[in-house]
């Protein structure tokens, strides 16, 4: 069974940069979209962006212009958080989408604040 698992989160003030990073367990065939999620406290699971495997990106209107999503490969993806905002506090989690199934990493706790 293929496992997510990020990493990278924390705690940090407004203003400040935090780098997510997504790692499965193995490579794993037909990814078609590589995506971060995020669920706040009382709140819905959100999407927070997403890359195709032909490098398209698509961003939530809240986050555009602070944060980047890149991939390596068809293991690693990354989010590269800048300028964060109380308001980014979450849980962020990571997903890998093939045609039929996708798989869910167990989340990492971000948190902004002074």
């Known amino acids: 069974q293929v496992q997510l698992v990020e990493s990278g989160g924390g705690l940090v003030q407004p203003g400040g940069s935090l780098r997510l990073s997504c790692a499965a367990s193995r490579s794993i065939a037909s990814i078609t979209t590589m995506g971060w999620y995020r669920q706040a406290p009382g709140k819905q699971r959100e999407l927070v962006a997403v890359?195709?495997?032909?490098?398209?990106t698509n961003y939530a209107d809240s986050v555009k212009g602070r944060f980047t999503i890149s991939r390596d490969n068809a293991k690693n993806m990354y989010l590269q958080m800048n300028s964060l905002k109380p308001e980014d506090t979450a849980v962020y989690y990571c997903?890998?989408?093939?045609?039929?199934?996708?798989?869910w990493g167990q989340g990492t706790q971000v948190t902004v604040s002074s």
């Open positions: 890359i195709t495997n032909g490098g398209s």
């Open positions: 997903r890998f989408i093939r045609y039929d199934y996708s798989y």
